[in-house]
């Protein structure tokens, strides 16, 4: 995935509540990252409010994740969006998280 892909970028802070019993962030959670920054990059370009007055949407075909790292509160981390496929019914979107140093801790893609 190249960076130029990721044109959106927004922070998070982990919560305490997202540790499990190991003591870092349960996996589960990533997805989550990855939907907040996704729903933040469908309402910047538009699909959002064209379900609002529409009735068009997108529904989540199939996501994946690549865990490089495990991470543990208390972090802020980044998380990066974009697309990296139109095609004529569905649009693919890869996903990076960053830590507060730069390191990557998962990567992943989403089809819509």
């Given at each position: 995935?190249?960076?130029a892909d990721l044109v959106l970028s927004i922070q998070v802070p982990v919560a305490w509540g997202e540790q499990d019993l190991f003591?870092?962030?349960?996996n589960v959670v990533y997805f989550r990252y990855f939907e907040t920054v996704r729903m933040h990059y469908l309402e910047r370009i538009g699909?959002?409010?064209s379900y609002k007055e529409v009735g068009?949407?997108?529904?989540?075909?199939?996501?994946?994740?690549?865990?490089r790292k495990p991470i543990a509160w208390p972090q802020l981390l980044t998380v990066h969006a974009g697309?990296?496929?139109i095609g004529t019914t569905s649009f693919t979107m890869p996903y990076m998280i960053?830590?507060?140093i730069g390191?990557?801790?998962?990567?992943?893609t989403s089809v819509q």
């Open positions: 995935m190249a960076d003591g870092h962030v349960n699909i959002l409010r068009h949407g997108v529904i989540l075909a199939s996501t994946r994740c690549d865990f697309t990296t496929h960053h830590d507060e390191e990557v801790i998962a990567e992943g």
